[in-house]
């Protein structure tokens, strides 16, 4: 929902572009018995507020509308349940990215089909792209109007699909889905984690520099 039907962060949908797209998408999933879901990582209190503000509710009812409630928070582990409950109370609009991951999952083995039977479309190379590739293993198009790396604006990557406001590009994808390649996608994430991991080394440094500086004062 949120990145791609809807604003979110720094992507502001183009309403009228993205109507056309949704209903002509649902019509053409409807001919040809493709299930469609729209996912959110909202808590369902804000996500439910948003479907039923937005012009989705015409398009999407409640039974495939997959969002965050107590019971997927309570399946978390303590310190998980702790940080995602803290989230809430920090922003009401807090958002868990993963849980995509768990609500694909979750409906593949209620329907008994294959991970080659589903198609995400998202947006973030991370936690659409990687996460999938790891978790759910369901094929994947990232948004080309919207392309985020953990929610900050993005450069495309080389070897994966893509899919945009013209509903021909999903029909494709639905009909054949290319072949693709990870290599740049991993050596993407790679490099983000090196560089995380950097950061993470040099502000230690600086503290210890810091701590010494303060003893010796």
Not at 203 to 209: D, L, N, P
Request: with cysteine; net charge positive.
């Amino acid at each position: 929902m949120e990145g791609v039907l809807l604003s979110h962060k720094h992507y502001t949908a183009d309403d009228k572009k993205i109507v056309r797209f949704v209903e002509a998408l649902t019509d053409f999933c409807k001919k040809h018995k493709i299930e469609v879901y729209l996912i959110s990582g909202f808590h369902e209190n804000v996500a439910l507020k948003k479907l039923e503000e937005s012009y989705l509710k015409s398009f999407f009812n409640k039974e495939n509308f997959l969002r965050v409630d107590e019971k997927y928070i309570s399946s978390k582990s303590a310190p998980d349940q702790k940080l995602h409950r803290d989230g809430l109370a920090k922003d009401p609009e807090y958002n868990d990215t993963y849980f995509k991951q768990v609500a694909i999952q979750n409906l593949l083995q209620k329907k008994k089909l294959f991970p080659k039977d589903a198609l995400l479309l998202s947006e973030d190379l991370w936690v659409d792209g990687y996460y999938t590739t790891r978790f759910s293993k369901v094929d994947f198009a990232i948004f080309e109007e919207n392309i985020s790396e953990r929610g900050k604006p993005a450069d495309p990557l080389s070897g994966l699909a893509y899919f945009s406001t013209e509903v021909e590009s999903v029909k494709r994808l639905l009909e054949k889905f290319p072949s693709v390649s990870f290599v740049s996608l991993e050596k993407f994430v790679f490099e983000s984690m090196k560089k995380a991991l950097i950061g993470d080394e040099k502000a230690f440094a600086q503290k210890i520099r810091d701590d010494v500086s303060k003893k010796k004062l």
